[in-house]
Each structure stands twice: as C-alpha cells, then as structure tokens.
T-cell receptor, first 114, second 113 residues
Framework: DGGITQSPKYLFRKEGQNVTLSCEQN?????MYWYRQDPGQGLRLIYY???????QKGDIAEGYSVSREKKESFPLTVTSAQKNPTAFYLC?????????????FGSGTRLTVV | AQSVSQHNHHVILSEAASLELGCNYS??????LFWYVQYPGQHLQLLLK??????LVKGIKGFEAEFIKSKFSFNLRKPSVQWSDTAEYFC???????????FGAGTRLTVKP
C-alpha cells in the first residue's frame, strides 16, 4: 500500500539533545512537509521541500533542520536550540506543481522532552 | 503568506442537529481551500476541497462547504450530524500554484448520542 511512514511513534529526548524524526513516502510525491501540532494551535508549518535537494523554511523553522537527499525521505532534526520541542509532529506529502490535490499525512511522532 | 481563522474552538451538538463550522482566510490572490478531519487516534483525512468552478463543493460523509469569495470564507456544513462525526476539523488554504498549506487552529466537534 502507498503511504507515508513516520517513525518512531513516540520519542523521548533529554534537554540539550538533538533528535531526528523519520518520514518516508512511497507515493512518488515530489513535495514533502513537516508540521507541528499543538492543542488549540492547529498545524504550523516547519519546513517544506518541493524537489530533492531543495527545501524552504515555514512559519516556525527556528530550532529545526531538514534534508532532502532522496525523493522518498524528508527527515526532521529537532535541535537543542528549539525552546519548546514537546509536541506532535506530522509529515505530509503531495504531488508538486499547481495540481495540489491536498496532502497525504503520516500517523505522526509524539516527541516529549524529559 | 496566507492564513486561516476558525471561529469555533469547540462545538457540542446532539445527533441530527445541523452543523456549520466557520472558516475565514487571509490572502489577496487566488486560493485553493480544504477541510480536513482528524478522528480520535487517526490520521488527518481530506473531507473536501475547492479549486475552482462551483463554489458549493460536496465531500465525503455528507459534508459540504461553500466558498464565498467576497467574504473570504469557506464554511463547512452538514445537515444532520451523527455521533461518528465526533472529531477535530481543520480548514486549510494554499495560494494558487503554491503547495505550502496553512491550517486553522481546528474546531473540536462533539456529537452527543
């Protein structure tokens, strides 16, 4: 089945540590996205990538980094510079260009700083 | 960048009541509009979308939404809700020919049996 796989489902991090969240898709989608979901704030865009080896900052990119070395993969690193990293992180993908038929979402990773 | 406002944070209805969830967006150009639903413990799913043409769009599970350009609105409606409609609903917008989507804060719908 085609879809998006996010791993791990739950992640615990000590303060001061970097941690990387995985996102893999087999939908042959060009574009991929990372969102952060907090209660009462909806989804906020962290980073997005429309093609391999290219990505753009979203609205809340500070404290995060990404790479897009392969079409299928778009990992997100939460760095120690992120002041409040505890949240639910969602990865999504879509076909590129003007024909945006909406996103396909992964099942999310819940990150908790301990 | 475009932005979205959802007016209702939490809506509580009885089964068979009619539903309307408000959504307003802020962007000066042409937009694509979406409603997503997140059932408890599940992925976000697309309910319906508007790109062009008839401003009244129908989606899955009996939902519909109307795009009113003059009001920058895209409200979601359902004539008669069911207990299984209990979920969180998100309105979203992309600028035309652009893929980065902005979401509203979400509206939690609770339907009492």
């Amino acid at each position: 089945d085609g879809g998006i796989t996010q791993s791990p489902k739950y992640l615990f991090r000590k303060e001061g540590q970097n941690v990387t969240l995985s996102c893999e898709q087999n939908l042959n989608h060009d574009a991929m996205y990372w969102y952060r979901q907090d209660p009462g704030q909806g989804l906020r865009l962290i980073y997005y990538s429309q093609i391999v080896n290219d990505f753009q900052k979203g609205d809340i990119a500070e404290g995060y980094s990404v790479s897009r070395e392969k079409k299928e993969s778009f990992p997100l690193t939460v760095t120690s510079a992120q002041k409040n990293p505890t949240a639910f992180y969602l990865c999504a993908s879509s076909t590129g260009g003007a024909s945006n038929y909406g996103y396909t979402f992964g099942s999310g990773t819940r990150l908790t700083v301990v | 960048a475009q932005s979205v406002s959802q007016h209702n944070h939490h809506v509580i209805l009885s089964e068979a009541a009619s539903l309307e969830l408000g959504c307003n967006y802020s962007y000066g150009g042409t937009v694509n509009l979406f409603w997503y639903v997140q059932y408890p413990g599940q992925h976000l799913q697309l309910l319906l979308k508007y790109f062009s043409g008839d401003p009244l769009v129908k989606g899955i599970k009996g939902f519909e939404a109307e795009f009113i350009k003059s009001k920058f609105s895209f409200n979601l409606r359902k004539p008669s809700v069911q207990w299984s409609d209990t979920a969180e609903y998100f309105c979203a917008v992309t600028a035309y020919n652009n893929n980065d989507m902005r979401f509203g804060a979400g509206t939690r719908l609770t339907v009492k049996p």
